[in-house]
């Protein structure tokens, strides 16, 4: 029988540091919870001698409190700035702010789970995971108030993962209607976020658009910014047990080791890289379980400053330490987690860093072999070479919309229309499967890599998962460049469209020579779903985007350029990637000189790195 205990937790109290919950923990506790209001919202008081003055004056402030939290948004997620320490940056995503959303996110179930079912509905579930940030602890308790006001009952997760979050709706017997996880991925310790799910899923950038302009009203109209002492039943749960146990299974009835099926990872050594992060619990619940030896993993203990490095599969020390870990164990796999495990990258026996296109490469060659003929979903970053290697082995890529959501609602789309896709992946990490539920989940992808360096094991090679995709060809150059917008933070994203709409005209209009606007590559599904000019477009525009492939008379096709803007700061991306040496500087020239220069934009724009590069050939 689970335990009881009560307690009043202030948003102002610094919580225990977290931690997963030990073999002894019961599975779940209830506690009941009081919320304390904090002060009223501090409001700047002015002489004014006309009433219609004083209107104007309220109208100001109240739509300056409601962009405050719409500008939160960030595609399908939210995420701010939660901690003071970020030189430029001020604390937005604050408990208050965060319980508004929450209530919002909260109506936002209950009112769809009641046109679903055609009557009011009660006991409306919503569990809440997070990661080790040390904002965690009080944003956690804003969650739970606006969870309660909206009427939902609220189960703690605890540390936890973004995938287990989204599981949590799913596995009986906790199944709960809604979730949300509180991360903010690999971004520094400053920021944290949300993500929410229900049965069907992630949310799509239009609903949490929705949920953010309602917690905007709520907000801006809100006498006091947090709930009078609201006693909430609490209930803690253990469900990261429940989701390990699921990934074990899976290796186990899959491998189905023929001298020891529970424990089919006897005999291999695999590095695990946490990074600090809810990671940690895939080297002590599954794989040690299973057998393996994990001696030499990193950063397994979580820490919420995240002190050793970003927890991040692209990020270059991360891969790096983890290359060196495996070499110096001569380890059969490293695995590096980001922060909340909804992405990962490998490191093969050899110390050969697998992340971006090679993983993609190494997760479409196992699927491909289960799924003949299937179409891979990938953002518009992925190589040329990419797709031929995919269509070598039979299958058929279809470049999307940089974004996950994005990919993954790609997938989604066109196993609705009756074309089979059984994988979608961002170069980022981010991979959805269709036999998991279209999750994009770290440790789901690095359980599919477990089973297949296992059964070339059993089937007598020593070679490991790299040589899977040795006949994966890499660009010579390829570059990311960022261009901050000169803005209002406001404005900015009205300034940054208005450079890519322009660049898409002057690509159209053949003012860059040899620039030709980019569709879907070899892609046979849809002509133009690149850049979301088919009539059945997936997602809905959370970024605006083009690509445009590069030919000239010497080379031919030798490369593209990608243009977007980003959704989490206010600025501009250009990637570009070239089978020719050098000419990634060649496009940045013409990008600088042909189009923003000539265009006028470096008024505008901070091209201050695009600069160095096109007269250096140095990225900083």
């Not at 029988?1 to 923990?25: D, E, G, R, V, Y």
């Not at 089919?264 to 590095?271: A, E, M, S």
């Not at 599904?525 to 997936?538: Q, Y």
């Not at 605006?544 to 593209?560: F, I, L, N, P, T």
Request: charged letters at 25%; one cysteine or more.
């Amino acid at each position: 029988m689970a335990s009881t205990s009560t307690s009043s937790i202030s948003l102002q109290t610094n919580a225990q540091k977290p931690c997963f919950p030990s073999k002894s923990a019961p599975r779940i506790s209830h506690t009941n919870l009081s919320f304390p209001c904090s002060l009223p919202l501090s409001t700047k008081f002015v002489c004014v001698k006309s009433s219609s003055t004083a209107k104007y004056y309220n109208e100001v402030v109240v739509d300056e409190e409601m962009d405050r939290i719409r500008r939160l948004q960030n595609g399908s997620d939210v995420r701010g700035v939660a901690l003071e320490g970020e030189k430029g940056r001020t604390v937005d995503l604050t408990p208050p702010a965060v319980e508004a959303i929450a209530e919002s996110f909260g109506e936002w179930v209950i009112n769809g789970l009641e046109k679903e079912r055609g009557h009011p509905v009660d006991n409306v579930g919503v569990s809440l995971g997070r990661d080790p940030r040390i904002s965690g602890a009080s944003l956690s308790v804003a969650v739970f108030s606006g969870l309660a006001r909206a009427g939902c009952l609220v189960f703690d997760m605890g540390l936890a993962t973004t995938p287990a979050c989204f599981m949590s709706t799913i596995f009986p017997p906790f199944a709960y209607d809604a979730s949300i996880m509180m991360t903010a991925s690999h971004l520094p310790y400053t920021r944290n976020g949300l993500k929410f799910f229900t049965k069907k899923g992630g949310l799509s950038s239009p609903d949490v658009e929705d949920i953010c302009d309602k917690a905007a009203r709520k907000y801006a109209n809100r006498l006091t910014k947090v709930s009078m002492l609201l006693n909430i039943p609490l209930s803690r749960v253990d469900f990261m047990s429940t989701y390990a146990k699921h990934l074990r299974d899976i290796i186990k009835e899959r491998v189905n080791h023929p001298l020891h099926y529970e424990t089919p990872l006897q005999g291999f050594q695999i590095i695990v890289n946490a990074g600090n992060g809810s990671g940690g619990f895939f080297t002590w619940d599954v794989l040690d379980k299973l057998g393996a030896d994990t001696f030499g993993s990193l950063h397994l203990k979580p820490d919420g400053m995240f002190p050793n490095h970003i927890p991040n599969p692209e990020d270059k020390t991360a891969m790096a330490v983890t290359r060196a870990a495996v070499l110096e164990n001569s380890a059969d796999l490293g695995i590096v987690f980001d922060t909340d495990v909804d992405r990962s990258g490998v490191v093969d026996n050899k110390g050969n860093p697998i992340n971006g296109d090679k993983l993609i490469a190494l997760i479409s060659a196992i699927v491909l072999r289960e799924h003949p003929g299937t179409t891979i979903v990938t953002d518009a970053r992925t190589s040329m070479a990419l797709t031929r290697f995919i269509t070598n082995r039979g299958g058929h890529h279809c470049l999307y919309r940089v974004g996950y959501r994005n990919v993954i609602d790609k997938g989604v789309q066109l196993n609705k229309e009756g074309i089979e896709t059984h994988l979608m992946m961002e170069t980022s990490g981010h991979g959805a499967l269709k036999e998991n539920h279209f999750l994009d989940d770290g440790a789901y992808m690095v359980v599919k890599i477990i089973i297949e360096m296992v059964r070339m094991k059993l089937a007598g090679s020593d070679e490991g998962v790299g040589n899977i995709i040795k006949d994966l060809e890499e660009p010579a150059e390829s570059i990311e460049l960022r261009i901050n917008v000169v803005s209002e933070p406001r404005y900015a994203k009205e300034k940054a469209i208005e450079a890519i709409e322009t660049f898409r005209e002057y690509v159209e209009e053949g003012r860059l020579e040899g620039w030709e606007l980019d569709s879907c590559g070899d892609c046979w599904v849809s002509e133009g779903c690149l850049v979301d000019s088919n009539d059945t477009s997936a997602a809905a525009v959370d970024a605006h985007m083009y690509r445009a492939k590069v030919s000239d008379e010497e080379h031919g096709q030798h490369g593209w350029v990608h243009i977007r803007q980003s959704i989490h700061n206010p600025n501009i991306a250009v990637n570009m990637q070239s089978s020719v040496p050098g000419c990634c500087q060649t496009m940045t020239r013409v990008l600088l000189d042909k189009f923003i220069i000539a265009n006028g934009m470096d008024k505008s724009l901070d091209i201050s790195q695009i600069e160095k590069y096109a007269k250096s050939g140095i990225v900083g």
